[in-house]
């Protein structure tokens, strides 16, 4: 009797036990969110500030995918992400309209600039007109780095490019020079070549390899660049964390997380500035 007792006793423990552990495992994947994001949120050291802010507030780890925009969707098209976080309006409304993505809010804004050498070969300093510069640039065949990587910065060249009136297909050549690669990586590139590119402000001013280079087109209207974060569809991809990825959407857009973003600057200068629409 005693012993059948102490066996139903010591299952009891045994199953309280794997009862607990089950639902510890189950909150631990819980708090663990995945964010495609871009690489300037990253390499501008914004989420380096950021996120250990959030995850203390709120027990939600971030994992950050950081690639170019057109990736960081292609990754949430797959349901390997949970919240996309980028700065391509195009190709985010695009996302959306694919029913992949649940709503769009805006977060935050900076702008780009082109960076070259301050030598200057192309003579575009100045002006703000990036227009003019580039057909300056493509003009004297000047040595231009292209992340050409499908990032929302690769985007805004590509868009750039054509309101210069330039077809690239037809004027591209040894002057100009695709890496493929991250905001960072460019302008390492850059750096090691003289060479001109388009950076977004915040890797810009988070970036220590400068050599030569230097701002030299800036506050071109057309230069705007906005970020924007959504929900993966949870309807599409079953197993995005929606409550979890919903708080850190919400965190951002909330007026606390406004000031965490407007807060992250280097040198004294603010990189992102915070513009989230408030509900009525």
């Known amino acids: 009797m005693t012993h059948s007792y102490g066996m139903k006793h010591l299952r009891c423990i045994l199953f309280t036990v794997l009862s ?12 663990f969110i995945t964010v495609a994001s871009t690489t300037s949120t990253e390499q501008s050291g914004l989420f380096g500030y950021l996120l250990p802010i959030f995850e203390k507030q709120n027990a939600i780890k971030v ?11 292609d990754v949430a098209r797959r349901g390997d992400a949970d919240v996309v976080f980028v700065h391509d309006p195009a190709a985010e409304q695009k996302f959306l309209a694919e029913g992949q993505g649940v709503v769009r809010q805006e977060v935050m804004y900076n702008d780009f600039v082109l960076i070259g ?38 985007a805004a060249e590509l868009r750039l490019w054509v309101e ?66 959504m929900l993966v569809n949870p309807a599409k991809h ?3 964390k929606r409550e979890a990825g919903q708080t850190f959407i919400d965190w951002l857009v909330s007026d606390f997380g406004q000031r965490v973003i407007s807060d992250y600057k280097i040198g004294g200068e603010q990189l992102f500035f915070p513009n989230a629409k408030r509900s009525p």
Request: aromatic letters at 6%.
């Open 117 to 154: 050498p301050k030598a200057d070969p192309a003579h575009i300093g100045g002006s703000k007109d990036i227009l003019v510069a580039l057909r300056k640039i493509e003009a004297a065949h000047a040595p231009f780095v292209s992340r050409g990587d499908k990032s929302g910065t690769h």
């Open 238 to 240: 079953p197993d995005v």
């Open 63 to 73: 994992h950050v995918v950081a690639l170019g925009t057109g990736q960081a969707l």
């Open 164 to 229: 210069a009136g330039i077809d690239l297909d037809k004027a591209k050549g040894p002057w100009y020079r695709d890496t493929g690669s991250g905001m960072g990586p460019s302008l390492n590139t850059a750096a090691a070549m003289n060479a001109y590119l388009l950076s977004d402000r915040g890797t810009w001013l988070n970036f220590k390899n400068r050599q030569n280079l230097a701002i030299l087109i800036q506050g071109d209207n057309r230069l705007f660049n906005q970020y924007g974060v």
């Open 20 to 31: 607990c552990t089950l639902i510890s495992t189950a909150q631990a994947a819980d708090s």
